[in-house]
């Protein structure tokens, strides 16, 4: 699963524009690699602006840092393509700049993570992975892809 964590700092986002973002980043997520939409996970944390400093200087404005963590296995492309759509997503619905937004991808092996009690299949394996799950857990993972 992926999982994006969004901090943001000397910005407020209010509940609908988390929202807006949580369901912008699950869909570029599942568009761009083909992953169904349960394969993402969206956490928010607010930051002090106080507490964030770019180059041993404090922050002087508001500022997004995303952190994404995805399956290992993706090409090029579609890292480039995930970090570009979910910026302008994430500018589109706080009006930050593109300067103020930064955001990074960080891959792990498949094999080192675990979700729903099961350890994650290699990308192109999720078929497979899905039908070894408990029924209960695969009618829950339709309903958050549909």
């Known amino acids: 699963m992926a999982t994006y964590s969004i901090y943001y700092a000397g910005v407020s986002l209010n509940t609908h524009q988390k929202f807006t973002l949580a369901q912008e980043v699950t869909k570029i997520h599942a568009d761009v690699t083909g992953a169904e939409a349960y394969f ?21 404005q508001p500022h997004i840092f995303l952190s994404g963590q995805i399956r290992l296995g993706r ?35 498949p094999s080192l993570m675990i979700e729903y009690g099961q350890i994650l ?26």
């Not at 759509?85 to 955001?103: D, G, N, P």
């Not at 394996?125 to 695969?138: E, G, V, Y």
């Open 40 to 60: 993402a996970q969206v956490i928010f944390k607010e930051l002090d602006l106080h507490d964030c400093f770019i180059g041993g200087v404090l922050l002087d």
């Open 75 to 109: 090409s090029e492309q579609i890292k480039k393509q995930l970090l570009v759509e979910i910026e302008i997503a994430i500018q589109i619905t706080t009006k930050l700049s593109s300067h103020q937004i930064w955001a990074y991808l960080d891959e792990l092996t």
């Open 121 to 146: 299949p290699s990308v192109g394996n999720d078929k497979a992975w899905f039908s070894t799950l408990p029924d209960s857990i695969q009618k829950k993972l339709t309903l958050l892809s549909s």
